[in-house]
């Protein structure tokens, strides 16, 4: 129950509420029968001691912090609703000020969500990248499927050149010592790749098979952190030199590689394929800078709090992105020479962007007054349902129906603002014309009719 809410805080409240006797006397049976099983008192057998008798041992309150994490939760959010609140972390700086049989009264602060203003969200400009495929462009998109289906072949009779593909035997020393990681027999390295640290693939050029010889270099400063900026010697032992024989370009290879009968429908299909993934890059370029701008426009504090838990679902998800892969997340930071706690902070102004889009669709959305029925709601489940291949009730069981109203409230706001968005430099969207009175003769109604849009204007609509 709330007997108070105070705002103590630009973006805190400071909760006065109350369990009653009745619920923390439940709460306290709970907790018994919870931890009865753990305790031994004598002349009863392990879990069977009465409630009464525990007490009497262990002291009336023996229950009591068990009992106040039980009923808490259902107190705390009935207090939240009733105060009017959206908190947005959880409660902190408990102070209880009575708890026993006559139930408990405490004290608590929330932090909550800030209250924003945003102007100027209609009419943000962004520059476009331009989509259009030269035919540079798709002549190498042809030239890697031609390196896709080469043959390797072995060479003879010549040294090392770039693009070759050595065979080598290596092994790493720093300080005279090897290290971990830097030994490998008979690898195969392509020259030219930069898959190897700076400098060592050009070393390896001009060299013959059986030379035996000493690669040295520097290791980048943000290598691992026991190898960074250190100087190395990698012994190395050439086996052997192949190379890439790459099939020519005609009718033949294309109907072997492809649905296509003719070279000159490869490469329409290659300028089409090209042309539609730079119209989705420059879509979300676009997009992208329009809501840079957008959060920038938010006037507020932003409770740290917000920031920090977007953080932490972004440090998640990229942790289930890479276990997923069978690499173990630490071993991968490890690898980059990098720590949870600096991969926070590298995400921090990216997570207080996030969060003031957020705020900004949350905002416009009343401004806008926009509205979600129940109907949208419904057909977004199905949605949902279909997508992911699951009955509809086990979708709303996964995700609540006012998660999905959310959501598609944030949609209906960015509509607003992209629909708004013009390109640099482009005529700015003119606001429709109210209706004109009517006029009595022919000639008025002329004078008052729209002239028509100029074509500039009419391309950036649509």
């Keep these: 129950m709330l007997k108070s809410a105070e705002k103590t805080g630009t973006n805190e409240f400071t909760l006065a509420l109350s369990i009653s006797a009745e619920d923390f006397e439940k709460a306290i049976n709970k907790a018994y029968n919870k931890e009865k099983g753990n305790i031994q008192i004598p002349g009863f057998r392990k879990g069977k001691a009465p409630r009464a008798i525990i007490e009497k041992r262990y002291g009336e309150g023996v229950f009591y912090d068990d009992a106040l994490e039980i009923a808490f939760p259902a107190a705390y959010e009935a207090a939240v609703e009733e105060a009017g609140i959206e908190p947005v972390d959880n409660p902190f700086d408990f102070d209880i000020k009575e708890i026993g049989k006559n139930g408990v009264e405490l004290v608590c602060k929330v932090t909550v969500k800030p209250e924003i203003t945003i102007e100027g969200y209609k009419g943000l400009t962004a520059t476009r990248i331009p989509t259009e495929v030269t035919d540079e462009e798709v002549e190498a998109d042809l030239q890697k499927k031609l390196e896709q289906n080469a043959r390797i072949v072995p060479v003879e009779g010549r040294a090392v050149e770039n693009g070759d593909i050595a065979v080598i035997d290596f092994e790493g020393f720093v300080d005279g010592e090897a290290f971990d990681g830097g030994k490998a027999e008979e690898y195969e390295l392509e020259i030219g790749s930069g898959s190897f640290i700076p400098g060592f693939e050009d070393q390896i050029i001009g060299h013959n098979v059986g030379e035996e010889f000493d690669v040295n270099v520097n290791f980048p400063e943000e290598y691992a952190e026991n190898l960074a ?191 708004n968005a013009t390109e640099e430099g482009a005529p700015k969207k003119k606001a429709a014309k109210k209706p004109a009175a009517k006029k009595t003769t022919k000639k008025k109604a002329a004078e008052e009719a729209p002239a028509e849009a100029p074509a500039e204007e009419a391309a950036a609509q649509e």
Excluded: C, W
């Design 229 to 419: 900026g250190k100087a190395a010697t990698f012994k190395i032992k050439l086996h052997a030199i192949k190379a890439k024989e790459l099939p020519v370009a005609d009718d033949e290879f294309v109907k072997d590689i492809s649905e296509f009968d003719t070279l000159d429908e490869l490469k329409a299909d290659i300028r089409k394929t090209l042309e539609e993934q730079k119209k989705t890059a420059s879509d979300r370029s676009f997009d992208n800078e329009i809501f840079d701008k957008l959060a920038d426009l938010v006037v507020g504090e932003i409770p740290e709090a917000m920031i920090n838990r977007t953080v932490e679902n972004m440090i998640s998800e990229f942790k289930y992105n890479v276990e997923s892969q069978g690499i173990p997340f630490e071993q991968y930071l490890g690898y980059l020479g990098m720590s949870v706690e600096s991969i926070k902070e590298t995400y921090k102004e990216r997570a207080e962007k996030e969060v003031k889009i957020e705020l900004a669709l949350e905002k416009i959305a009343v401004l806008e007054g926009i509205e979600v029925t129940d109907e949208e709601v419904e057909a977004e489940f199905t949605s949902m349902s279909e997508k992911y291949g699951v009955d509809i009730e086990t979708v709303k069981k996964a995700v609540m129906a006012e998660t999905v109203k959310k959501e598609l409230m944030a949609r209906k706001a960015t509509q607003v603002v992209t629909e």
